[in-house]
């Protein structure tokens, strides 16, 4: 089982539809997890920290399930500027104590006009 | 100042060549990164420095060099690599060396070795 599994996609959805990615991590000891969002040809960039109470910006909506091991994203309202590769990241400790950053393949989301 | 700056943004280099590419920030981040990414992948660690000290080095060939002059800049030297190496180089840095706040990246180095 990979360390953090994600859906490639991609989502391609209409102008205003909702749509939901999720994440599995197998690391029950994982302690910050975070969505990032990353342009063709660009740098990632921190789009949520991810808080097991739920947090929201706006339009998104992250979800931590400890229990489950999964970390979600909603996206209401879907824009065209929304178009891009959605990661989610899974940070904690390796075997040796050191800090391990993971990376998912990341989902690449498509809005259509 | 909120950013992590890189140069160079394009590198073309032969395999004989030496090269560096450079990164700083002025945030008063712990950690810094460098992270490699291919084409439609997530991007892979390669070292981390924390509070300017080599704390991972993820089994990178010794062709890359990593170097850490202060808590501010962070190097990566390139020597007789391989077309494979050709990648986007991305440096990032945390505030935290547990990097529990989420990391800042560079806007990459795009290499191309011939």
């Known amino acids: 089982r990979k360390e953090v599994e994600q859906d490639p996609g991609p989502f391609n959805v209409p102008e205003g539809a909702t749509v939901a990615f999720n994440c599995t991590y197998s690391?029950?000891?994982?302690?910050?997890f975070f969505w990032y969002r990353q342009d063709c040809r660009k740098e990632p960039k921190l789009l949520m920290s991810?808080?097991?109470s739920g947090n929201e910006d706006g339009r998104f909506t992250a979800q931590l399930n400890r229990a489950s091991q999964y970390i979600s994203l909603l996206i209401r309202d879907s824009k065209l500027s929304d178009s891009a590769t959605y990661l989610c990241?899974?940070?904690?400790?390796?075997?040796?104590?050191?800090?391990?950053?993971?990376f998912g393949i990341g989902t690449k989301l498509q809005v259509i006009p | 100042d909120t950013e992590v700056t890189q140069t160079p943004k394009h590198l073309v280099m032969g395999m004989t060549n030496k090269k560096s590419l450079k990164c700083e920030q002025h945030?008063?981040?712990?950690?810094m990164y460098w992270y490699k990414q291919k084409a439609k992948k997530p991007p892979e660690l390669m070292f981390v420095?924390?509070?300017?000290?080599?704390?991972i080095n993820e089994s990178v060939p010794s062709r890359f060099s990593p170097e850490c002059p202060n808590s501010s800049l962070l190097n990566l030297h390139l020597h007789a690599l391989q077309p494979e190496d050709s990648a986007l180089y991305l440096c990032?840095?945390?505030?935290?060396?547990?990097?529990?706040?989420?990391?800042?990246f560079g806007s990459g180095t795009r290499l191309t070795v011939v």
């Open positions: 420095y924390s509070y300017e000290k080599l704390s």
């Open positions: 990241v899974v940070n904690g400790r390796n075997s040796g104590g050191y800090q391990k950053v993971t």
């Open positions: 991810v808080y097991s």
């Open positions: 945030m008063g981040h712990r950690a």
């Open positions: 990032a840095s945390s505030q935290l060396s547990t990097g529990d706040y989420g990391y800042t």
């Open positions: 690391n029950s000891a994982s302690q910050s």
